[in-house]
């Protein structure tokens, strides 16, 4: 089956650096992504790792290594708005399939 | 509109009842999906539509649950005889084509009473 492991909560300053990790027993998916959930709200797309490497979007950052079945984001200069739930997802397509798998998620807090 | 709209937002039903629930795309995108969300969870897919077929129905959990895609653009989720185990947010999603990115609706508060 398909499994992401994600921290369940972590806590940050304003204006400090980061990382939400997510670790994965899955094989044979398209990408990487992560998005974003406000407490009662839809979630929003931040960024896609197709390949290996780190992507960047602005204050945002993606990292993706399937040697290690692992990737990151990394948020920047945080910010008050950016306390959210965060979730990463495994892009499963091919034949009949088309769907996301998603991490358990992250909650992120951040404090003045 | 400019995105994914759902209805209702919110809707309370008795145990054993049937409810329907309706998803508007996001105009031009091929590609529905539906997932739900339980409380404090990660979202779990149910269902992928590409124009009014449904390739892939594997997250359906019982067949209590159906769904349809009408005119390429409309879908409704309808779960038959509900039960408590049903209470969660029910989100949708499309995409311009298959393959690209999702965007996600704000979702369908089901409490089954």
């Known amino acids: 089956g398909q499994s992401l492991e994600q921290p369940s909560e972590v806590t940050a300053v304003e204006g400090a650096i980061v990382q939400i990790n997510c670790t994965y027993q899955t094989s044979g998916f398209y990408g990487l992504s992560w998005y974003q959930q406000h407490d009662g709200g839809a979630p929003t797309f931040l960024s896609y790792n197709a390949l290996d490497g780190l992507e960047e979007t602005g204050r945002f950052s993606s990292f993706l290594s399937r040697s290690d079945s692992y990737g990151y984001l990394l948020l920047q200069e945080l910010q008050m708005k950016d306390s959210a739930s965060y979730f990463c997802a495994v892009f499963l397509y091919g034949g009949a399939t088309n769907k996301l798998i998603f991490g358990t998620g992250t909650l992120l807090a951040v404090q003045p | 509109g400019a995105g994914v709209s759902q209805s209702p937002s919110n809707k309370v039903t008795e145990k054993g009842k049937d409810v329907e629930l309706r998803c508007d795309p996001i105009?031009?995108?091929?590609?529905l999906y539906w997932y739900r969300q339980s409380l404090g969870q990660g979202l779990e897919f149910l269902i992928y539509f590409q124009g009014n077929s449904a390739p892939d129905k594997s997250g359906l959990p019982s067949d209590r649950f159906s769904a349809e895609r009408t005119g390429g653009s409309v879908s409704t989720l309808t779960i038959q005889r509900t039960q408590q185990e049903d209470s969660a947010v029910y989100l949708c999603?499309?995409?311009?084509?298959?393959?690209?990115?999702?965007?996600f609706g704000p979702g369908t508060r089901l409490t089954v009473l």
């Open positions: 999603a499309s995409s311009l084509a298959p393959g690209n990115e999702q965007f």
């Open positions: 105009s031009g995108h091929t590609a």
